[in-house]
T-cell receptor, first 111, second 116 residues
Framework: GENVEQHPSTLSVQEGDSAVIKCTYS??????FPWYKQELGKRPQLIIDIRSNVGEKKDQRIAVTLNKTAKHFSLHITETQPEDSAVYFC??????????FGKGTKLSVIP | EAQVTQNPRYLITVTGKKLTVTCSQNMNHEYMSWYRQDPGLGLRQIYYSMNVEVTDKGDVPEGYKVSRKEKRNFPLILESPSPNQTSLYFCASSLPPSPNRGDEQYFGPGTRLTVT
């Protein structure tokens, strides 16, 4: 099946610094790349997504970049805050109904 | 309130005893999915459905069954549960992909299943 490599598995940053999480995927036909945030004991929630016809998308402090040639995409969080602490998952697929998820990155923002 | 609901939220059962986890959504979504989440493995898709009576296997379908007789419901059936199916299960729903709007998938609250 399809797979995705997500790095790093854990990430600690000081409050106010930036955090970057990277994913490399296997299926060049994929055209949908979402990022989900999961707080402890909660369900995953979509924070940002990008389609293959777009190279970058930004929403306030969060941005996603996509390099289809290299088959990797990244999540960028700027000016991190303690409430950004969570597990982040990348995913890819034909659409939100059929996704392959990364194994997750546990982000800790240290006040 | 737009939501995806799952029942039960917690279940402890024994090997071989058939069980069903229900999932229901009130957003009129065509697409529904089941995932299992295990530590260090992320979320893995079990089955998905693109509409009533249309289901397909995800990455880890072995040992599971689903049905989609109504648009709003998508139950997950474990005919003969085994300990390796101990996991956290999430149901999710979404609309068909569209370039004109977001493609958000809404997750239910999760069902924690333990098979002894």
């Amino acid at each position: 099946g399809e797979n995705v490599e997500q790095h790093p598995s854990t990430l600690s940053v000081q409050e106010g610094d930036s955090a970057v999480i990277k994913c490399t995927y296997s299926d060049s036909a994929s055209n949908y790349f979402p990022w989900y945030k999961q707080e402890l004991g909660k369900r995953p929630q979509l924070i940002i997504d990008i389609r293959s016809n777009v190279g970058e998308k930004k929403d306030q402090r969060i941005a996603v970049t996509l390099n289809k040639t290299a088959k990797h995409f990244s999540l960028h969080i700027t000016e991190t805050q303690p409430e950004d602490s969570a597990v982040y998952f990348c995913a890819f697929g034909a659409g939100s109904y059929q996704l392959t998820f990364g194994k997750g990155t546990k982000l800790s923002v240290i006040p | 309130e737009a939501q995806v609901t799952q029942n039960p939220r917690y279940l402890i059962t024994v090997t071989g005893k058939k069980l069903t986890v229900t999932c229901s959504q009130n957003m009129n979504h065509e697409y529904m999915s089941w995932y299992r989440q295990d530590p260090g493995l992320g979320l893995r898709q079990i089955y998905y459905s693109m509409n009533v009576e249309v289901t397909d296997k995800g990455d880890v379908p072995e040992g599971y069954k689903v049905s989609r007789k109504e648009k709003r419901n998508f139950p997950l059936i474990l005919e003969s549960p085994s300990p390796n199916q101990t996991s956290l299960y999430f149901c999710a729903s979404s609309l068909p992909p569209s370039p004109n709007r977001g493609d958000e998938q809404y997750f239910g609250p999760g069902t924690r299943l333990t098979v002894t």
